[in-house]
């Protein structure tokens, strides 16, 4: 199968888990690059649910290698929760399916601390982060003040530096009117916390290019979405990694030349958590998901803001990751419309035009143009291969693809395993 980077084509919770689960099968090797628990992928297995947030989707079969990245920002005290949480539901977690980079960034409470502060202090002009304290880790590490998943296994190394960070931040918190950063408690947890994840501890970049060395298969798990990217997202309102399949290598010291195939990860319609601009917004669009009860976000239960297919969007993401193949999901929540809009252009100041403004002022006052498209108004989730889906939702399928510029490789008309058809 190669090794495949996988990415969020549009503004995350794509259904990337589910997808990066189905792909696991065929490979070795499961990488997550960047971000951190502000992702939530959902992988459905018969009745049960897995809610993902540091660990790689992959961890759910067994016998697969997984590796939480150098570019990805890890919260100690939520990873190990997590691996709680995976062994209550029966998935033992281990050196031999978790590795966690040494070179990974801490993000500690204060962190979260500054994000809600920031955020409260923006107003209206909030961003809706998670609040998981990602942006301001990210801002440590860029600062060359951040403090490292290795420095936990020297503890007196750790506690000089967290000296450092906590009176720094202290005075930050004042200014705030905030409650300090107790040092003691935080240094003993931390360091606690530590300890436990020892033995999973390495230098992952040598054991993810030994692997591949060794002719193993590597699949690179994006989190979040294109247009979240720091950089080519709608920037102030984005995350603070690279989203992109770009960050796929630095995440985790895989050289772009070892990457043979980009997968794109895109809902049949489009959805948004948190602020910022989302030209193809619909209330109608909206009140269907919501009714069914979909499109509420997996870590902070926010209801996602919802509309038609972007394909303005979706064929820049294709340019931007350099997407070959797609994954369509939830195809099954557009079962019972009678039409459906595709956004082909944008009309910005009475002008058409092909590209998303990388402007986030311009992108808002963007007015999609729409082609519309019939529905096929029948349930899709019990096909189980190409040829028994509606011959007018293959059209649908065919045609967001066509505008994106991408060839279709699986289509998902259900949130379980089983309803996942390869094309
Ligand atoms: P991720 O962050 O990209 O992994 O996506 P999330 O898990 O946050 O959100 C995607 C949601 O869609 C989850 O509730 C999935 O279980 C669900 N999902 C994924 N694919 C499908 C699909 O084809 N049909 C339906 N009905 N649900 C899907
Ligand atoms: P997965 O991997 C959807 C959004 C937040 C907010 C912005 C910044 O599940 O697709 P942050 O906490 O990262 O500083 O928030 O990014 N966001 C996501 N939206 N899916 C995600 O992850 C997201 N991770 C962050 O809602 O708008
Ligand atoms: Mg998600």
């Not at 150098?70 to 978790?98: M, R, T």
């Not at 798990?221 to 690279?242: I, K, M, R, W």
């Not at 998303?356 to 143009?369: E, G, M, S």
């Amino acid at each position: 199968m190669a090794n495949i980077v996988l990415v969020g084509a549009q503004w995350g919770d794509e259904g990337k888990g589910k997808v990066i689960d189905y792909l696991t099968d065929k490979v070795d090797v499961v990488v997550r690059s960047q971000g951190g628990n502000n992702a939530g992928h959902t992988v459905v297995i018969g009745e049960k649910k897995f809610i993902l947030r540091l660990i790689p989707s992959g961890i759910l079969r067994k016998g697969k290698l997984c590796v939480i990245g150098n570019g990805v920002v890890i919260d100690p005290v939520s990873l190990w929760e997590e691996i709680s949480e995976l062994a209550a539901q029966g998935v033992k977690i281990n050196s031999k399916n978790l590795l966690i980079s040494e070179c990974a960034h801490l993000v500690f409470p204060y962190h979260k601390i500054i994000d809600e502060q920031r955020e409260a202090s923006k107003g209206s002009q909030k961003i809706g982060t998670t609040k998981r304290g990602i942006g301001p880790a990210y801002g440590d590490k860029i600062a060359r003040v951040g403090i490292r998943v290795g420095d936990l296994l020297q503890p007196e190394i750790f506690a000089a530096k967290l000296k450092t960070r906590v009176k720094d931040t202290n005075s930050l918190l004042m200014v705030f009117g905030l409650k300090p950063v107790r040092l003691k408690k935080l240094l003993a947890e931390y360091l606690e916390v530590g300890e436990k994840m020892r033995p999973l501890i390495t230098n992952t970049v040598l054991t993810i290019n030994k692997a591949i060395a060794a002719g193993k298969e590597i699949l690179f798990e994006g989190a979040q979405g294109t247009f979240l990217d720091v950089d080519h997202g709608t920037y102030p309102y984005v995350t603070s990694s690279n989203t992109t399949a770009g960050g796929a290598c630095t995440g985790s010291g895989v050289p772009p030349n070892r990457i043979d195939r980009v997968v794109g990860v895109m809902k049949a319609y489009s959805t948004r958590v948190g602020e910022g601009p989302f030209p193809t917004e619909d209330a109608e669009v909206a009140d269907l998901m919501h009714s069914m009860g979909r499109e509420y976000a997996s870590v902070t239960g926010r209801a996602r803001r919802c509309g038609w297919f972007d394909a303005v969007a979706t064929r820049y993401a294709q340019m931007l990751n350099g997407i070959d193949e797609l994954a369509v999901t939830n195809l099954d929540g557009l079962d019972s419309l009678p039409r459906l809009k595709v956004c082909v252009a944008y009309k910005l100041d009475g002008k058409r035009i092909e590209v998303p403004p990388t402007c986030v002022r311009q992108l808002a006052k963007c007015v999609p143009v729409y082609i519309e498209l019939a529905g096929w108004q029948q349930p899709t989730s019990d096909a189980r291969s190409y040829d028994e889906l509606p011959p007018i939702a293959r059209e649908y399928l065919q045609r967001i693809c066509d505008l994106t510029g991408a060839a279709l490789k699986l289509v998902g008309v259900g949130q379980s395993r089983a309803q996942t058809i390869l094309v």
